[in-house]
Structures are given as C-alpha cells and as structure tokens.
C-alpha cells in the first residue's frame, strides 16, 4: 500500500529551528509537497521537491532523498505564527496526491 | 489573498441532494486540483485538471464528478450526499515553471454541511 509517516506533534521554542520529517512509500514518485495549515484556514503551499536536495526559502528548507523517501521541512528563526499543521504531500507515478496525516507543530514563547 | 476563488463559501443541504462548487483559477493557471478534507480523514486529494482534460484521479467517490471549462473554471459536482460527504472541499491551482517547479494556490474553500 501506500504511505506517508510523519510524526503528529512537535513541539519547538520560539526563535528555534525545528525539522519535520516525512518518510514514504508510494508505487512510484513524481514529487513531493509540503503545506502548512493554520486551523480553520485554507493549507498554504511551502514547497515542492522533485530533485534529490535541499531548497531554501526564506526561514523555510525542504530535503528531499528519492533513494531513502525521505524528506524533511527545517524552519529557522521559529516565530509564534509558525504554529499549525504541515503536510507532507507525495504525488505517486500515476500523479496521485498522497497525504500524510499532518504534524502540529507548537511554538512555546 | 490567493487569486483562487470558490463559491459558494458555505453551502447546507439535505441527504440524497446534488450540490455544484465552483472554482475560479488564478489567471493564467492551467491546472486544477479538487481536494476534501473531513475531520476524520484529513486532507484527501480528488481530482485534478490540466488545461480541460483529467490529469489524474484520487479516492473520488463515483457519486463525485469534476470538470474543467474552456475558461479554465471548474466545478465539482456531488450527488446522492450522504452525512459523510459532510467537509471542506478546497480547490488549488498551479503553475509549472522550469518544466518541473510547481507553486499551488489554494482557494478559501466552501465547506458543505449535509443534514
């Protein structure tokens, strides 16, 4: 079957970095997305990775390892706004969305 | 503000019922993607269209239809609602750059209560 591991909570101290971690198994790999969700609000998209690598943006990185199926978010410089929920998200070989079941992430002054 | 609207925001209706939401894309994107997310299941991706035709499929129901229109709106049709179909249905369009970077929008979503 398919699968997305990711851990439920995390909790992280404001002006930290915290990494989220997200293994997988799918049938196949076309990318791989990450979104952060504030409750009641639409997710908002972070990153999408395809390439084996890190990619930087801003106080946000997202790693990708295709040969391990792994990948993971890093937030720098953790701000009170950061606590929400991330998705990791794999698109499979037949283009598929898979979701994981999200990390809620809590942020301590 | 995304650029992707959805209407209706809300939207109450009874079991055995048929509901359309609609989704407007952010000008120039080409893609769609329909995704539901209940309480129990999380966020579930449905459907997506690219330019008009279906790109690739999810868990949709076969009680859910989709479909994307010459300007690049789509709708998402449910019929026979059950309580189950009871969510928040958020749809998001993208656009590709270097061939295989690609950037999601999210629409507010329209959250649809069965009765």
């Known amino acids: 079957g398919q699968n997305i591991d990711q851990p439920t909570e995390m909790t992280a101290t404001e002006g930290a970095i915290v990494q989220i971690n997200c293994t997988y198994q799918?049938?196949?790999?076309?990318?791989l997305f990450w979104y952060q969700q504030h409750a009641g609000e639409a997710p908002t998209f972070l990153s999408y990775?395809?390439?084996?690598g890190l990619e930087e943006k801003g106080r946000f990185s997202s790693f990708l390892s295709r040969s391990k199926g792994y990948s993971y978010l890093l937030l720098k410089e953790l701000q009170m706004k950061d606590s929400a929920s991330y998705l990791c998200?794999?698109?499979?070989?037949?283009?598929?969305?898979?979701f994981g079941k999200g990390t809620r992430l809590h942020i301590l002054p | 503000d995304s650029g992707v609207t959805q209407t209706p925001k809300h939207l109450i209706t009874a079991t055995g019922q048929r509901v359309t939401l609609r989704c407007s894309p952010r000008?120039?994107?080409?893609?769609v993607y329909w995704y539901q997310q209940s309480l129990d299941q999380g966020l579930q991706f449905l459907i997506q269209?690219?330019?008009?035709?279906?790109?690739a499929k999810g868990n949709i129901l076969e009680r859910f239809s989709a479909q994307q229109f010459p300007d690049l709106h789509s709708e998402l049709n449910l019929s026979s609602l059950e309580l189950g179909d009871s969510a928040l249905y958020f749809c998001?369009?993208?656009?590709?750059?270097?061939?295989?970077?690609?950037?999601?929008?999210f629409g507010p979503g329209t959250r649809l209560l069965v009765l």
């Open positions: 998001a369009s993208s656009v590709r750059t270097d061939g295989v970077k690609e950037t999601q929008y």
């Open positions: 799918t049938s196949g790999f076309n990318g």
């Open positions: 990775n395809v390439l084996d």
């Open positions: 998200a794999v698109r499979d070989g037949d283009d598929k969305i898979i």
């Open positions: 000008s120039g994107d080409l893609s």
């Open positions: 269209y690219y330019n008009g035709e279906e790109r």
